[in-house]
């Protein structure tokens, strides 16, 4: 069969497979996919063939064999991101496996290239353990500068990324965990500012504990939040508030009973809310009664996250309600992981970094957040299209990573 003839087979068959939505213009954009590869060196006759493979290539490999650093300079790894994952927690659709996650997973590369130049590739493996995840990881870390995990479940993500972070010599970072996180840290510095309330001083109720809430709760403790004397950090999941009482936790769960709740409180998500200065959402559509924000304090912040359903709808707050924020794009102040994840990398990978700290994490928000000079209740954070906003969190996690020392000398 000849290329056109190749072609044109394919072309009807893939008509034929897209038939059932030929009115959605979603299928048609991703009809072959949404990336590809393409060479940074021309081959325009022998000479180039010669060098950009046998018999040049081989005189590469040779040196990096002889000194396997140098393995960052003839290669593409320097800039290159692993987009790995297992399909088993896709944005709100659930376990639906690898397949059906790779549409997501090449969606994030093209994110990674548009806002951050950074060259990602989705890793979509049938991998529904932590050992697995965990083995995979650790084979394909030397063709990648940093590896994004993304779409795993809880409690696995928490499992796979401690240990792969542990092991590797490269930044292991969860999007949906630590972007989120980043993001919303950042959104909060300026509401916080905006209602004259301390950081420290602020009662959060986080009703939503899987991989988003707990790495909310742990960024939002160490930037000060619940650490003073009225402060206080609470958990609630589908059961009901983290308390002692409950048990056995898995340790990411844990830590909202070790460092948080100190009045040990229980009940619900209304127990959880009540008195609380914030809510944060990280859980399901509608989950919220708009009713029970009342019970909040005054100049109360609401950060509704479920997406696309928020856990309360914006215009159902309460008078008490100061300020709001989603994670949609149709509302003020969306809480949006692409204002984090391509310019935490471009700052890792420009320097090399050994590993992602939590104060890599810290500089990020802290940039994001000074990016709005003069916050206002409808603007706590930057839209995913101002410029300057990968550049500025870039800038902040290169300068973390050197001062921390957490950097290739080579």
């Known amino acids: 069969m000849s290329t056109t003839n190749h072609d044109r087979h394919h072309r009807a068959h893939d008509d034929r497979a897209l038939a059932p939505f030929v009115d959605d213009p979603a299928f048609e954009l991703h009809r072959g996919g949404k990336i590809v590869v393409e060479p940074t060196a021309p081959i325009d006759g022998p000479d180039d063939l010669a060098l950009a493979y046998t018999p040049g290539v081989g005189r590469v490999s040779q040196a990096v064999a002889d000194d396997p650093p140098l393995g960052w300079t003839v290669t593409g790894r320097a800039n290159a991101v692993a987009v790995l994952s297992n399909g088993s927690a896709v944005l709100g659709l659930g376990d639906i496996g690898p397949e059906a996650a790779m549409p997501v997973m090449e969606g994030k590369a093209v994110l990674f290239k548009q806002f951050g130049d950074v060259a990602a590739y989705p890793v979509c493996v049938d991998a529904p353990t932590v050992d697995e995840m965990v083995a995979i990881g650790k084979a394909i870390a030397p063709s990648f500068g940093g590896i994004n995990l993304e779409d795993i479940k809880a409690p696995h993500c928490f499992d796979i990324e401690r240990r792969l972070q542990d092991e590797l010599d490269i930044p292991v970072f969860h999007d949906d965990q630590h972007g989120t996180a980043i993001v919303a840290l950042a959104a909060l510095t300026n509401a916080a500012k905006l209602v004259d309330k301390p950081v420290d001083e602020l009662r959060v109720a986080i009703v939503g504990t899987g991989a988003a809430g707990v790495a909310v709760a742990e960024l939002l403790y160490d930037a000060g939040a619940g650490q ?4 206080d950090i609470i958990g609630c999941d589908s059961r009901g508030i983290l308390h002692r009482g409950r048990g056995p936790l898995h340790p990411s769960k844990q830590w909202f009973v070790e ?15 009540k008195g609380a200065d914030v809510l944060l959402g990280l859980s399901g559509p509608g989950i919220i009664d708009p009713t029970w924000l009342a019970d909040m304090k005054d100049d109360a912040i609401v950060f ?15 008078a008490n309600v100061a300020i709001v924020a989603t994670g949609r794009s149709d509302f003020p102040n969306q809480i949006n992981n692409v204002l984090a994840f391509p310019g935490v990398f471009r700052g ?39 410029p300057g906003v990968a550049d500025a969190v870039a800038d902040a996690v290169r300068t973390c990573a050197v001062a921390q020392g957490f950097v290739r000398d080579r």
């Open 348 to 386: 890792m990978l420009d320097v090399r970094a050994t590993r992602c700290t939590i104060e890599m994490k810290r500089a990020a928000a802290d940039a994001l957040a000074a990016l709005v000079a003069q916050p206002t209740p409808e603007r706590i954070i930057p839209g995913a299209f101002e």
């Open 228 to 231: 003073a004397g009225t402060g």
């Open 304 to 318: 509704a996250m479920a997406n696309p359903t928020p856990e309360v709808m914006p215009h159902e707050m309460p």
């Open 259 to 273: 460092q948080g709740n100190a009045d040990d409180r229980r009940g619900g998500a209304r127990e959880a809310i």
